[in-house]
T-cell receptor, first 115, second 115 residues
């Protein structure tokens, strides 16, 4: 069965600090995809990244970076030099290749960046 | 310009009523989804349609009935609304191709409040 765990319920940091959001997943499938979505206070779900299980290269996009480690079943997300606009709930999600493609979400981490 | 749109954005109704939420996507995608986000922000798949055919039905009460008149639309009808149905309902769509697991793009959500 698929499962995603985001153990950090809430994180609060001061602007310009770096912050890492943890994501640990469980799956029996050898081929799967991992995602991160952002849900700002306005409520919409914004896609951030998609990564397949065969690509363990870390990814950097501006101040955002993602560290995928199959050995620890983790797909962590780091924001460098955080800004107030980064305040949101962040969701990690997993989709297996087998069967119908559904996203299984973690519980979300509420990130608050204080000025 | 809106890729995935939902109407209405807010829906307040009495217990026992029947209501519908509409979703439309203009991305040319083949697959559409309904997710439910509860008061604790937990997101869970409800249904998925691929080219008007139901492919996921995640043990949702049969008071919920999705309908896809064409591949650009997926509506959600709810009969005999209960207090526990209060949530934010998100529609999403994805290309539905065979190459891997697609990214799902979400609509703005419909906040349903049952009184």
């Amino acid at each position: 069965a698929q499962k995603v765990t985001q153990a950090q319920t809430e994180i609060s940091v001061v602007e310009k600090e770096d912050v890492t959001l943890d994501c640990v997943y469980e799956t029996r499938d050898t081929t799967y995809y991992l995602f991160w979505y952002k849900q700002p206070p306005s409520g919409e779900l914004v896609f951030l990244i998609r990564r397949n299980s065969f690509d363990e290269q870390n990814e950097i996009s501006g101040r955002y970076s993602w560290n995928f480690q199959k050995s620890t079943s983790s797909f962590n997300f780091t924001i460098t030099a955080s800004q107030v606009v980064d305040s949101a709930v962040y969701f990690c999600a997993l989709s297996e290749m087998k069967g119908a493609q559904k996203l299984v979400f973690g519980q979300g981490t509420r990130l608050t960046i204080n000025p | 310009d809106t890729a995935v749109s939902q109407t209405p954005k807010y829906l307040v109704t009495q217990m026992g009523n029947d209501k519908s939420i509409k979703c439309e996507q203009n991305l040319g995608h083949d697959t559409m989804y309904w997710y439910k986000q509860d008061s604790k922000k937990f997101l869970k798949i409800m249904f998925s349609y691929n080219n008007k055919e139901l492919i996921i039905n995640e043990t949702v009460p049969n008071r919920f009935s999705p309908k896809s008149p064409d591949k650009a639309h997926l509506n959600l009808h709810i009969n005999s609304l209960e207090l526990g149905d209060s949530a934010v309902y998100f529609c999403a769509s994805s290309p539905g191709g065979l190459a891997g697991v697609d990214t799902q793009y979400f609509g703005p959500g419909t906040r349903l409040t049952v009184l």
